[in-house]
C-alpha cells in the first residue's frame, strides 16, 4: 500500500443527503453508488443503516452492487446501531462499519449528557462489538475540531486498541482554521498510539468555506482518507467537495505528492448524476464543474485562451470528462452515430437502454434541427432511474394569451386506457399540471420548480426537475423537451408516478 495513496470516501448518500430538502430514493442510490464506483472510490457511505428502513434497504442494495468499493454504514456506539450497520453491510465484497460519537465538551454535556469517561467506554465497547462482524471498522469522534486535545488522543487510543482500523477526524461545525486543522493532524500523529498502524482520515464541513482547504491540509500533515461529497453536497454548507480534492490533488501533484484511485474524466458526469438526482444544481462559479469553470468572459483572457488554454486555466475540461462540442446529430443520423457520440460523452448503455435512448433521440432530432452534445447530454443524464410508467402523457394542447386564463387539454394513458382533461390555469404550465391532476384525482402540491435551458439555442432542450408531495410523502421528477410546457408535464407525471407506484412505499 503506497504511503502516498489518498483513499476517497464519498459520503454524498449519507451526509450528501443531510443537504436541506433533498431526499433519495433507493433506486436513485443504487445508480449513484454504481457511479462512483466507476468513478473510483474507495468507499461508498451508503447510508445511516439504523436511521430507517429506507436508509437501510439503500446500504443493503448498495453492498449487494459494488463489485470493486467498500460499503460502508454509519452508526452511533450504540448495539443496535452497530448490529444494524452489519446486518445491512454484510452483502458487501467489501463491508465497513463506521463507529462514532460526540467528544467535545459541548456535545458530550449538553447533546449526549454523557461523562467523558462514560463516552470512551461506549468507544470500547461498540467498536469491539462492530470488530466482532466486519474486518473493516472506522471510528470517527464528532467534532473532533473542538475537542480537548488530550482527550481526543485518549479516544483515538481507545478506539485502536478496541481494533478500528480507521480513525476519522471530522470538523464537524466547519469551525477549525487551515492552520489549526493541520496542526491537529500532526499533534495526533506524534502522540497517538498506534496511529501509524491505522488510516487516518478526516472530514470536512464548510460551515466557514474551509472544508477543502482543511482537507488538504491535513493531507500534507499525513491524513489518508478523505471524505467528502460529489458537488460538496451536505449538512448546512456542505462537506469538502470530492471534485475539489481530487483536483487538487490531480493538478497540484508537484505539491502534494499524492494520488487517488480516481478517474477524473467521469467526474463531469457524476457531478451532473447527482445534481439530477438531487435537484440540486451547483452554482455557475462553483469550482470545477460548476457552468462557468471553463468560461473566459474578458477579452484579454480569451486572446490568451486562443493562443494557449494553460494561460488561463490549470487544468484540462477534458481531464473532466467534458467533451467540447464535437460531431453534431440530425435526424438523418443513424443508431452507429448517436453510440458513437455517446460513447464519446462517457454513457455506458446497455442494449435496452440503447434502444430506448434511440427512441428518444429519433423523437427529439423530429423536432429539433440539430441535436448537440449538450442536447444528448440531457437525454440520457440525470435520469431518475426505475420511474414505472404509471401514466404516460400521450398528447396535450396548451393555449395561453396575456388576456385570457390560459386552457390546457391533456391525454394520459393508465395501463391501456386513455384518460383525457382540460383545465384553466395561471398560465399554460399551471393549466397543464391542473389537467394532470384531474385525471389522476390527485391535487400534488409543487414543492419546487427548476426550469434550466440544458442546450443552447433558441430550440434548446429545456430540462425541468420538480418535487412534488401527496399527504406527507415527496417525490421528485424530471422532464425534457424543447417545449417548456411539455417538459414541465413530464416532469410532473414522473413524480406523480413515483408517488403511486408500489416500489416508493
Ligand atoms: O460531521 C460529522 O462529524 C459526521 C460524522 C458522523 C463523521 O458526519
Ligand atoms: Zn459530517
Redesign the pocket.
Known amino acids: 500500500m503506497a504511503t502516498n495513496r489518498i483513499y476517497i470516501l464519498d459520503?454524498t448518500l449519507?451526509?450528501g443527503e443531510q443537504t436541506p430538502g433533498v431526499n433519495l430514493n433507493v433506486p436513485e442510490k443504487v445508480n449513484i453508488a454504481q457511479q462512483l464506483e466507476i468513478l473510483g472510490v474507495d468507499i461508498i457511505e451508503a447510508g445511516f443503516a439504523n436511521a430507517s428502513e429506507g436508509d437501510f434497504q439503500a446500504v443493503v442494495d448498495v453492498a449487494r452492487a459494488l463489485k470493486t468499493a467498500a460499503t460502508c454504514s454509519?452508526a452511533r456506539c450504540n448495539e443496535a446501531d452497530v448490529k444494524a450497520a452489519h446486518q445491512a453491510v454484510r452483502f458487501a465484497k467489501k463491508p465497513r462499519i463506521?463507529t462514532?460519537i460526540?467528544t467535545s465538551d459541548i456535545h458530550m454535556q449538553y447533546k449526549l449528557k454523557m461523562s467523558p469517561e462514560t463516552v470512551l467506554q461506549r468507544i470500547e465497547n461498540s467498536v469491539k462489538l462492530a470488530c466482532t462482524v466486519c474486518d473493516e471498522v472506522q471510528f470517527?469522534p464528532?467534532?473532533?475540531s473542538r475537542t480537548d486535545k488530550d482527550f481526543l488522543r485518549r479516544v483515538l487510543e481507545t478506539a485502536i486498541e478496541a481494533g478500528a482500523k480507521i480513525v476519522?477526524l471530522?470538523?464537524?461545525?466547519g469551525y477549525s482554521t487551515v492552520r489549526e486543522f493541520g496542526a491537529l493532524i500532526k499533534y495526533i500523529k506524534e502522540n497517538v498510539n498506534g496511529i501509524d498502524d491505522v488510516v487516518l482520515g478526516v472530514?470536512c464541513?464548510d460551515d466557514l468555506g474551509l472544508a477543502v482547504a482543511n482537507s488538504l491540509e491535513a493531507v500534507l500533515q499525513g491524513a489518508r482518507q478523505v471524505?467528502c461529497t460529489v458537488n460538496g453536497m451536505g449538512?448546512r454548507a456542505g462537506?469538502a467537495a470530492l471534485e475539489e480534492i481530487v483536483m487538487g490533488l490531480y493538478v497540484r501533484k508537484d505539491y502534494y505528492g499524492c494520488e487517488t484511485g480516481i478517474n477524473t474524466k467521469e467526474i463531469h458526469r457524476t457531478s451532473k448524476m447527482v445534481a439530477g438526482y438531487t435537484n440540486a444544481e451547483p452554482s455557475p462559479g462553483k469550482a470545477i464543474i460548476g457552468a462557468n469553470a471553463f468560461l473566459h468572459e474578458s477579452g484579454i483572457h480569451q486572446h490568451g485562451v486562443l493562443n494557449n488554454r494553460a494561460t488561463y486555466e490549470v487544468m484540462k475540461a477534458e481531464d473532466l470528462g467534458m467533451v467540447g462540442q464535437g460531431m453534431v446529430l440530425g435526424k438523418l443520423s443513424g443508431k452507429h452515430a448517436f453510440i458513437d457520440r455517446a460513447e464519446a460523452l462517457g454513457y455506458r448503455l446497455d442494449k435496452e437502454e440503447l434502444d430506448i435512448a434511440f427512441i428518444k433521440f429519433k423523437d427529439l432530432a423530429d423536432r429539433k434541427r440539430l441535436v448537440t452534445d449538450r442536447d444528448i447530454e440531457a437525454l440520457l443524464g440525470g435520469e431518475i432511474s426505475e420511474v414505472p410508467e404509471i401514466y404516460h402523457l400521450v398528447s396535450f394542447q396548451a393555449y395561453t394569451s396575456n388576456v385570457l386564463k390560459a386552457t390546457a387539454t391533456l391525454t394520459m394513458m393508465r395501463e391501456g386506457v386513455a384518460y383525457t382533461e382540460t383545465a384553466v390555469g395561471n398560465g399554460a404550465i399551471d393549466a397543464a399540471l391542473l389537467a394532470v391532476d384531474k385525471i389522476s384525482g390527485m391535487e400534488l402540491e409543487l414543492l419546487k420548480y427548476r426550469v434550466k435551458a440544458a442546450s443552447e439555442g433558441r430550440d434548446a432542450i429545456a430540462e425541468v426537475n420538480m418535487r412534488v408531495g401527496y399527504d406527507d410523502r415527496v417525490a421528485s421528477g424530471r422532464g425534457i423537451s424543447p417545449d417548456v410546457v411539455e417538459a414541465s408535464v413530464l416532469s410532473y407525471i414522473a413524480g406523480l408516478n413515483r408517488l403511486i407506484s408500489d416500489q416508493y412505499f
Do not use: I
Open positions: 459520503t449519507r451526509d454509519l463506521h462514532f460526540a470517527s464528532e467534532d473532533a476519522n471530522p470538523d464537524t461545525v472530514h464541513h471524505e449538512e462537506n
